[in-house]
């Protein structure tokens, strides 16, 4: 059964830094594409980034040389590493499998509050 | 990358048909065939309708079905049902690696 679990999230301050975590069962990370969805608060569904199965990376404006995406192959899990978070980063965060460029399987998402 | 546009609202009443718009530009939805579309109830994962813009997913009902035409997509739901009720996104490549979605639809089913 295919199967993605977000973690990481919490309450941080404006200005700090979370890692949030998705660890993938069923499939390997490492064989498709993984990319990080947001949703504010009473908001839409806001792509983030994407990280191919050849390592390669992309990011939303919103978030560009702020977040990282990355994978550890051995844990198949994908990881977002958010740095100088803003108030506007507050959303649920969710993970999901891509194929065929939509979006195939999501996890059931973490909430990130940023706020002081 | 500015979101899709999509109507705020549509509703139906069961057993109709409706369908829900998705507008991008020359840039995104009109360059590519890889519009896909999401069904999302509140508190829960997103789950997947349509991709390639027409495609239907194992699993998915073959009441809902994906077309396009220039630079505007569209969702059709037939047999408009209750469990229909829900939040609905249309999702394109945008190129260089990138992607955006629309602002999303709620679908009410009278």
């Known amino acids: 059964e295919v199967q993605e679990v977000e973690s990481g999230g919490g309450l941080v301050q404006p200005g700090g830094s979370l890692r949030l975590s998705c660890a993938v069962s069923?499939?390997?990370?490492?064989?498709?594409?993984m990319s990080w969805v947001r949703q504010a608060p009473g908001k839409g569904l806001e792509w983030v980034s994407v990280?191919?199965?050849?390592?390669?990376?992309n990011y939303a404006d919103s978030v560009k040389g702020r977040f990282t995406i990355s994978r550890d192959d051995s844990k198949n899990t994908v990881y977002l590493q958010m740095n100088s978070l803003r108030a506007e980063d507050t959303a649920v965060y969710y993970c999901?499998?891509?194929?065929?460029?939509?979006?195939?399987?999501w996890g059931q998402g973490t909430l990130v509050t940023v706020s002081s | 990358q500015s979101a899709l546009t999509q109507p705020a609202s549509v509703s139906g009443s069961p057993g109709q048909s409706i369908t829900i718009s998705c507008t991008g530009t020359?840039?995104?939805?009109?360059?590519?065939?890889?519009v896909s579309w999401y069904q999302h109830h509140p508190g829960k994962a997103p789950k997947l309708m349509i991709y390639?813009?027409?495609k239907r997913p194992s699993g998915v009902s073959n009441r809902f079905s994906g077309s396009k035409s220039g630079n505007t997509a569209s969702l059709t739901i037939s047999g408009l049902q209750a469990e229909d009720e829900a939040d609905y996104y249309c999702?394109?490549?945008?190129?260089?690696?990138?992607?955006?979605f629309g602002t999303g639809t709620k679908v009410t089913v009278l």
């Open positions: 999901a499998r891509g194929t065929s460029s939509s979006w195939a399987d």
């Open positions: 069923g499939f390997t990370v490492s064989n498709n594409y």
């Open positions: 990280i191919y199965s050849g390592g390669g990376t």
């Open positions: 020359s840039s995104d939805v009109g360059s590519y065939n890889l």
């Open positions: 390639e813009g027409s």
């Open positions: 999702c394109s490549y945008a190129g260089s690696s990138t992607y955006v």
